[in-house]
């Protein structure tokens, strides 16, 4: 079967570093994309992976291994606006995205 | 210039109406979706348009209808409403038919009573 596990709910603190992490196994593979969504809002797209190692963009780095079916979401200098919800999904080659149910993250002063 | 619209954002109505929800994209994809997130916030895929053909119709009940007049274009037409219907509907576009990122729409909140 298809499935992304990510943990249900973080909590980091403003300024610190968090990293969210993804697990996926699914029939076929055409990169991992990362989403973020603020309660209330639509998801809006953070990174796209598909080849192995990390993209930077800004405060916010994606890193994969297609070999263990991992990857992670790393974000620096957190600020009070981060506070949302972060999607994993995987292409899985079949014309969709295979979507995990998110990771609440909640940022304290 | 807004990239992806859906109306309505709002929509509350009874048990047994039928109603539409019209999206449009100006991004000049080739790939349109229906996305379905309930109050546990899953993101569920529903339907995907490619050049206004049907490429993916998951188990969806068939009173929900959707068409796509042209690539610009995929509304969501839903006969005979039920209580498990409310959710929040996503309509998305993506310039690929796989392995491109999907923009979405705002979003309309459904709530039937």
Not at chain 1, 42 to 50: G, I, K, R, W
Request: hydrophobic share 30%; aromatic share 12%.
């Amino acid at each position: 079967g298809q499935n992304i596990d990510q943990p249900t709910e973080m909590t980091a603190t403003e300024g610190a570093i968090v990293q969210i992490n993804c697990t996926y196994q699914t029939s076929g593979f055409n990169g991992l994309f990362w989403y973020q969504q603020h309660a209330g809002e639509a998801p809006t797209f953070l990174s796209y992976n598909v080849l192995d190692g990390l993209e930077e963009k800004g405060r916010f780095s994606s890193f994969l291994s297609r070999s263990k079916g991992y990857s992670y979401l790393l974000l620096k200098e957190l600020q009070m606006k981060d506070s949302a919800s972060y999607l994993c999904a995987v292409d899985d080659s079949n014309y969709q995205l295979i979507w995990g149910a998110g990771t609440k993250l909640i940022i304290k002063p | 210039d807004t990239a992806v619209s859906q109306t309505p954002k709002y929509l509350v109505t009874q048990m047994g109406n039928d109603k539409s929800i019209k999206c449009e994209q100006n991004l000049g994809h080739d790939t349109m979706y229906w996305y379905k997130q309930d109050s546990k916030k899953f993101l569920k895929i529903m339907f995907s348009y490619n050049n206004k053909e049907l490429i993916i119709n998951e188990t969806v009940p068939n009173r929900f209808s959707p068409k796509s007049p042209d690539k610009a274009h995929l509304n969501l037409h839903i006969n005979s409403l039920e209580l498990g219907d409310s959710a929040v509907y996503f309509c998305a576009s993506s310039p690929l038919v796989t392995g491109g990122a999907q923009y979405f729409g705002p979003g309309t909140r459904l709530t039937v009573t």
